[in-house]
């Protein structure tokens, strides 16, 4: 988190990309999944980069390469062959659409 001045920020798609909380931001993380033939997709997004890491390492069954592998069935990665993050958009999607800190509890 950072400490910051008053002020609201948002991209240029109208999505917010920093939340405040008592004088400090907190940074969105989006993950994406990738797979050949197809786009990358936003998947998740998460509230630190920590959580974000966790959850690809929980998910991951079996590594094929830097961000690459066999993700858990059932994981927001599942279907994917690829990841990869970022704490900005990379993509027009909604990122209301996906869920926010997801768990391995939530499966």
Request: proline share 3%; hydrophobic share 30%; net charge negative.
């Amino acid at each position: 988190m950072r400490r910051v001045q008053d002020r609201e920020d948002s991209n240029e798609r109208g999505t917010t990309l920093f939340y405040k909380t008592g004088g400090f931001e907190a940074v969105m993380h989006y993950l994406y999944g990738s797979k050949k033939g197809v786009e990358r997709r936003l998947v998740a997004t998460f509230g630190s980069e920590q959580q974000l890491l966790a959850y690809v390492r929980w998910s991951t069954l079996k590594e094929l390469g830097e961000r690459l592998g066999k993700f858990e069935q059932g994981s927001a990665l599942a279907s994917y062959e690829a990841w990869e993050h970022s704490t900005k958009p990379l993509t027009d999607e909604d990122a209301t659409s996906v869920e926010h800190n997801p768990t391995p509890s939530m499966l």
